[in-house]
């Protein structure tokens, strides 16, 4: 059986970087898989959150899940938090992995990077999302380029484990489309498109207006070569905005070169943002009216209930194989 778990963190509004790398595929995979969609509350905590806006984020998160289309009948959607094996597999994990292995993710050496005093769980993050992964048996992890580390973490904390104590977890596959899994700011292609970048002008909300997301496809940077040619060594800004077109469109790299071979960067970046409006403006429609509905609340406490089944058998074995007492 073939099963998918992925999430986006809720720790700022959703930008179309984590629609290309994370949204859109768990989307395109859900028919193919057996799937677990959850959002990573614990992890948003690993640095301070506003009580009230935490909650409605992850609240968002849930909605723009269903308003991008997926199905809650087939999938089912969680919150970490309701979860607790996510909490306790976490625990079990970070005794499995080394410090000196966590110290050199690069995100956290990114995120600590010049700061006084970061919380210790911005260091242990990576077992906890292992024990996210694992705790459902995922084979396949849809992510974006930047979790490829974290996954080879999980991987390496499953076979360690397995070897230690039997063959109780599955090792997960990551899955990272080709194009899209990078998608980079619209002012600074060397710079990841993140909504913690303090240039709103860098990225694109998937609940931006149609207005602002033509203001801003028209003033992210190009280059002065004049030609929508994709080639991320000598022409990154473009060869991003070429990617964007084609995870919104669905067109092959290929064809987006093909569709503007002769035109200017004006004429490209009116039609990729219109292409990236007509994809956003239903999904903002969906996501108004699920989100302040019964429905999703529903579905959430429907999906903890269904996940925690699954988690705790997984935990249930480990524990039982670690010498746990579990009677
Ligand atoms: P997060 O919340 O930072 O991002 C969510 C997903 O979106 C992808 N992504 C991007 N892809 C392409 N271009 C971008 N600019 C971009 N920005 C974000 C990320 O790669 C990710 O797939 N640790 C995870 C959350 C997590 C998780 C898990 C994911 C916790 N436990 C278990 C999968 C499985 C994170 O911080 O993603």
Request: net charge negative; glycine share 6%.
């Amino acid at each position: 059986m073939k099963r998918i778990l992925s999430g986006i963190k809720p720790s700022g509004e959703l930008n179309i970087g984590g629609y290309g790398g994370a949204l859109h595929q768990f989307v395109s995979m859900q028919h193919d898989y057996e799937c677990f969609f959850f959002v990573p509350d614990l992890h948003a905590v690993t640095v301070a959150q506003d009580p009230k806006e935490l909650y409605q984020r992850s609240m968002d998160v849930a909605a723009y899940y269903i308003a991008a289309g997926i199905d809650p009948r087939k999938a089912t959607i969680f919150i970490q938090s309701q979860v607790p094996a996510h909490a306790e597999l976490g625990w079990i994990m970070e005794t499995q992995v080394y410090f000196g292995e966590l110290r050199r993710m690069t995100q956290f050496k990114e995120k600590s990077d010049g700061k006084d005093s970061v919380s210790s769980a911005l260091l242990t993050y990576p077992a906890l999302m292992a024990a996210d992964i694992l705790l459902y048996q995922a084979t396949h992890v849809p992510v974006g380029d930047d979790q490829k580390q974290h996954l080879e973490m999980t991987r390496d904390l499953a076979d360690r484990i397995n070897h230690k104590f039997g063959k109780i977890l599955t090792i997960p596959e990551p899955v990272i489309q080709k194009s899209g899994s990078r998608i980079m700011g619209l002012d600074d292609p060397a710079i990841k498109m993140s909504k913690s970048n303090p240039n709103t002008n860098s990225y694109v909300l998937l609940n931006d207006t149609p207005d602002v997301i033509r203001r801003k496809f028209s003033r992210a940077v190009t280059d002065s070569e004049m030609s929508v040619r994709y080639d991320w060594g000598t022409k990154p800004a473009v060869s991003n905005l070429i990617e964007i077109y084609s995870v919104f469109s669905g067109e092959t790299i290929e064809t987006v070169e093909k569709r503007f071979e002769g035109q200017g960067y004006g004429t490209f970046k009116n039609e990729l943002a219109e292409i990236v409006i007509e994809k956003l403006v239903p999904i903002q429609e969906r996501y108004k009216e699920i989100i302040a509905s019964q429905e999703l609340v529903d579905i959430l406490k429907d999906g903890a209930v269904k996940a925690a089944g699954i988690a705790n058998e997984t935990i249930k074995k480990l524990k039982n194989a670690m010498g746990f007492v579990t009677f």
